[in-house]
């Protein structure tokens, strides 16, 4: 049985995780399928922007499926949470065309890391949002202690993580974690939305404006010397040369 559905429509993927009995819940089958489902997106040319949601009106993702936690050494959970990193969340992360997270419900330890992974996120009215683990004596270890400070900065960070508690969509909208608010039932509508705006623009200066933000030393001297690099590539794309052809004519460019 799988856990995952993908549909595609007008060069957007859109990837359902449906497993709507157990709120989402992320455990090895649910991760090793979302991995291959974004591998299989990025080899279709005619896909050129994701949006990742759960099924269902209660829940993004509630969570890792933590049954399978306990009995586990410390070198089987360093293990886990490297593997999920490097098949996942880094995958999303890195990925060269944009992922949009539509947070429909509960987003929980490993689903807000999964959502924070995502480049853009729009959230529901209902959406809740925390990174319990430290009251399982635990640390979000798939990237929240990492991802959760770049978005909504340290101080903020640091009390969704000590305290564990969960914070609704207004405030997560308020502190700069979701790009958007709406109701339930336009959701998905607004996610669409969305991506249609941005994929007006030139593909390839997408992706290298994705690779610039997501560069892992950006804002230092190597990140300055690698946008410029990145500025410098789009110059030999024909994303360039229609760009600017259509500014000059006046007309609206055909990527």
């Not at 993908?6 to 990837?15: A, D, L, M």
């Not at 959970?77 to 890195?94: C, P, V, Y």
């Not at 030999?236 to 760009?243: A, L």
Request: glycine share 10%; with cysteine; hydrophobic share 45%.
């Amino acid at each position: 049985m799988s856990f995952i559905s993908i549909e595609t429509s007008e060069h957007i993927g859109i990837v359902t995780i449906a497993r709507e009995k157990k709120l989402n819940a992320l455990n090895t089958q649910v991760i090793e399928e979302l991995s291959e489902a974004f591998k299989s997106l990025a080899k279709n040319p005619d896909i050129r922007a994701v949006i990742l949601t759960g099924s269902g009106p209660k829940a993004f993702v509630a969570g890792a499926d933590i049954s399978g936690f306990p009995g586990l050494s410390a070198a089987q959970g360093q293990a886990l949470a490297q593997e999920g990193q490097q098949e996942l969340f880094d995958r999303i992360a890195h990925f060269s065309k944009p992922v949009i997270a539509a947070i429909n419900g509960f987003a929980l330890g490993g689903g807000l890391e999964l959502a924070l992974a995502c480049h853009l996120r729009i959230a529901s009215e209902n959406s809740r949002m925390g990174l319990p683990e430290v009251s399982l004596g635990l640390i979000p270890g798939y990237g929240g202690t990492q991802r959760l400070p770049q978005v909504v900065g340290k101080g903020r960070a640091l009390e969704m993580i000590l305290s564990a508690q969960m914070i609704d969509a207004q405030k997560a909208l308020d502190w700069g974690l979701v790009n958007a608010m709406v109701p339930l039932e336009d959701l998905l509508e607004e996610a669409i939305s969305m991506a249609q705006r941005i994929l007006k623009n030139a593909p390839f200066a997408l992706g290298a404006a994705l690779a610039a933000v997501q560069y892992p030393k950006a804002g230092q001297p190597e990140g300055f010397a690698f946008e410029t690099q990145q500025f410098g590539s789009c110059f030999g794309t024909s994303d360039f040369k229609e760009g600017v052809s259509a500014f000059l004519e006046k007309r609206k460019p055909n990527f």
